[in-house]
């Protein structure tokens, strides 16, 4: 077996030529940010212990998990690393925002399954529940295309932003009634590669969508 180190000098090291991730407060972006929110370690914490949890509640199934793109990428990729079942991953994509801080109400789908759910325990991952318009379709979908249960995890929760009444079974962190980015989460596509989650300054929006 061929075993691959790597080596950084401490003259590469002084000279930033290394493969450390970037601090938060470094990121280009961070001057957009009015406040984290919740921190590197902190969705580190809340991965762990929602994996934890779906693997003692699944320990006898193997169900699907299915991301919401795009928001749905860095959590779903750390919260798998900690559930120790056999799944299948599977990704939709869809819409509800088109872009701005106001959800529009419709749901479009803009990437379909490539995965019959038919029979299947299915737990969709999603960064956040806000009005609820997004999740309250696709359960409806997926138990009209025959899945046994539709359960949703979901890293964050702003439970005073539903319009439509629906409470997700895992949630990492209950959040206010604001518009955050990072760690997936985007304004007009871009913040989702911070890697902590924070509140735009108001100022970064377009006074049209203030309005
Ligand atoms: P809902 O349909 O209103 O529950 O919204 C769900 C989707 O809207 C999420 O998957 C996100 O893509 C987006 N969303 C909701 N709140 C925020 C936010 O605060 N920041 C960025 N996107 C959000």
Known sequence: MITHFIFH?????????????????????????????VTESEIAQLAQKLGQKINEDYHDKHPILIGLLKGC??????LSRHIDLKVDMAYMSVSSYHGGIKSSGDVNI??????????????????????????????ELLK???ALSVEIVTL????????KPYVPKYVGKTI??????GYGLDYEEYYRNLPYVGVLKPEVYSTKEND
């Open 9 to 37: 000098s401490k003259k590469q090291l002084k000279k930033g030529k290394h493969v450390l991730p970037l601090r938060t407060s470094r990121h280009t972006m961070h001057k957009d940010i009015l406040q984290i929110l």
């Open 73 to 78: 990428v860095p959590f779903l990729s750390d």
């Open 156 to 163: 964050l929760d702003k439970p005073e932003g539903r319009t």
């Open 176 to 181: 206010p009634k604001l518009f955050v980015v």
């Open 144 to 146: 009209h295309r025959g």
């Open 110 to 139: 803009k990437m379909d399954l490539d995965i019959s759910v038919h029979g299947r325990h299915v737990l969709i991952v999603e960064d956040i529940v806000d009005t609820g318009n997004t999740i309250v379709t696709i359960v």
